[in-house]
């Protein structure tokens, strides 16, 4: 690398680790659409764009594909790119990009769950008629084949959509529907419990995940689910998302998983941080839970309460809402924290 160019690295980097800590929201208006950027403490916008563009020349903040490169090649803890489009009606073409991170010295080890010994290292033969027909040539799961059909919760317009799509589609929610059916005993549950705990193989822990969604009346159910979210594999994560969303809702007592819930309203996996906030609230979190889950691990709630993502501050307000006993402590932070300062 020119001498020069090592050199603005080095000064950038630099940068990330003695700058001041800064608004945690940045928002501009970029040709086509409005962007917002959560998460930033010590890096800027212009320290992301550069360091993406240095790392993948053409990519830019409003590419998918930028996630991988802040993960891996950036080593953030986290990087979740979501657009938006027909937010506000039918025929609005107004879109709106937003773009959420948790920067490399906010990447604790505690993000992603650690698996214990593994007691199931190959794919189970329960397990292989949802996972194999969806697997290419070098042993990758094709995660998208595998959800497509599940994550529609409205049965009708999943029909709808289902018999718009190709005969591949459709006979892979046929299968993946077909071994959801045939797995609803108490044995099943308890197998997939273990082997969401102890697997290596990451197909395994994907089909027990969504297994789960067929046992909505027992706690454990979700404890486990809401534990998969911590998974250290994005697809297993999204697997349990997906279940998550099936089970109908109830009360739930969450005391058992607090530390896992803290770690999700704190940065891990921040494409599920709007799920769990409504998981939450829809399962009537109890009040008592408030300190656990949100002293000093506010950061995120505040910065959704007051994001302009459509849907964030609704749900971020949800969640403090239903901890609050139903009362609302209106839109802005200052309140809140002081509420949840107050708890013991």
Same mark, same amino acid.
């Given at each position: 690398?020119?001498?020069?160019?090592?050199?603005?690295?080095?000064?950038?980097?630099?940068?990330?680790?003695? %700058?001041?800590?800064?608004?945690?929201?940045?928002?501009?208006?970029?040709?086509?659409?409005?962007?917002?950027?959560?998460?930033?403490?010590?890096?800027?916008?212009?320290?992301?764009?550069?360091?993406?563009?240095?790392?993948?020349?053409?990519?830019?903040?409003?590419?998918?594909?930028?996630?991988?490169?802040?993960?891996?090649?950036?080593?953030?803890?986290?990087?979740?790119?979501?657009?938006?489009?027909?937010?506000?009606?039918?025929?609005?073409?107004?879109?709106?990009?937003?773009?959420?991170?948790?920067?490399?010295?906010?990447?604790?080890?505690?993000?992603?769950?650690?698996?214990?010994?593994?007691?199931?290292?190959?794919?189970?033969?329960?397990?292989?008629?949802?996972?194999?027909?969806?697997?290419?040539?070098?042993?990758?799961?094709?995660?998208?084949?595998?959800?497509?059909?599940?994550?529609?919760?409205?049965?009708?317009?999943?029909?709808?959509?289902?018999?718009?799509?190709?005969?591949?589609?459709?006979?892979?929610?046929?299968?993946?529907?077909?071994?959801?059916?045939?797995?609803?005993?108490?044995?099943?549950?308890?197998?997939?419990?273990?082997?969401?705990?102890?697997?290596?193989?990451?197909?395994?822990?994907?089909? %027990?995940?969504?297994?789960?969604?067929?046992?909505?009346?027992?706690?454990?159910?979700?404890?486990?689910?809401?534990?998969?979210?911590?998974?250290?594999?994005?697809?297993?994560?999204?697997?349990?998302?997906?279940?998550?969303?099936?089970?109908?809702?109830?009360?739930?007592?969450?005391?058992?998983?607090?530390?896992?819930?803290?770690?999700?309203?704190?940065?891990?996996?921040?494409?599920?941080?709007?799920?769990?906030?409504?998981?939450?609230?829809?399962?009537?979190?109890?009040?008592?839970?408030?300190?656990?889950?949100?002293?000093?691990?506010?950061?995120?709630?505040?910065?959704?309460?007051? %994001?302009? %993502?459509?849907?964030?501050?609704?749900?971020?307000?949800?969640?403090?809402?239903?901890?609050?006993?139903?009362?609302?402590?209106?839109?802005?932070?200052?309140?809140?924290?002081?509420?949840?300062?107050?708890?013991?």
């Amino acid at each position: 690398m020119h001498t020069a160019l090592r050199r603005r690295w080095r000064l950038l980097a630099l940068l990330a680790v003695v %700058a001041a800590p800064l608004e945690a929201q940045v928002r501009y208006d970029a040709p086509g659409a409005r962007v917002e950027i959560l998460g930033l403490e010590r890096w800027t916008r212009r320290m992301l764009e550069d360091s993406i563009a240095h790392y993948a020349p053409g990519q830019t903040l409003a590419s998918a594909a930028c996630m991988a490169t802040l993960r891996d090649k950036l080593k953030f803890g986290d990087a979740l790119v979501a657009h938006y489009q027909g937010f506000k009606g039918p025929n609005s073409d107004a879109r709106f990009l937003s773009v959420r991170v948790v920067e490399p010295s906010r990447a604790a080890a505690s993000m992603w769950r650690k698996l214990p010994a593994d007691a199931y290292p190959s794919l189970l033969p329960a397990y292989a008629p949802a996972i194999l027909p969806v697997t290419d040539e070098d042993g990758g799961i094709w995660p998208g084949r595998l959800f497509f059909g599940l994550q529609f919760s409205d049965s009708a317009m999943r029909t709808k959509i289902l018999a718009q799509q190709d005969s591949t589609t459709q006979a892979d929610y046929a299968r993946i529907s077909g071994f959801l059916e045939t797995h609803r005993a108490e044995s099943d549950r308890q197998r997939a419990l273990r082997v969401l705990d102890s697997s290596s193989a990451y197909g395994n822990r994907m089909a %027990a995940a969504l297994l789960l969604s067929n046992f909505p009346a027992n706690d454990s159910t979700w404890y486990a689910l809401v534990r998969a979210l911590r998974d250290p594999h994005e697809s297993v994560r999204s697997a349990a998302g997906i279940a998550l969303d099936r089970l109908p809702r109830r009360p739930v007592n969450w005391a058992p998983v607090t530390t896992d819930l803290r770690a999700l309203l704190g940065g891990a996996n921040l494409a599920a941080m709007e799920t769990v906030m409504d998981l939450l609230a829809d399962t009537k979190v109890a009040p008592a839970l408030t300190r656990k889950l949100l002293y000093g691990n506010d950061a995120w709630t505040m910065r959704l309460l007051t %994001a302009e %993502a459509p849907m964030a501050p609704q749900k971020a307000k949800g969640l403090l809402v239903a901890l609050n006993g139903g009362t609302d402590l209106g839109k802005q932070p200052g309140p809140w924290r002081a509420w949840i300062a107050s708890r013991r």
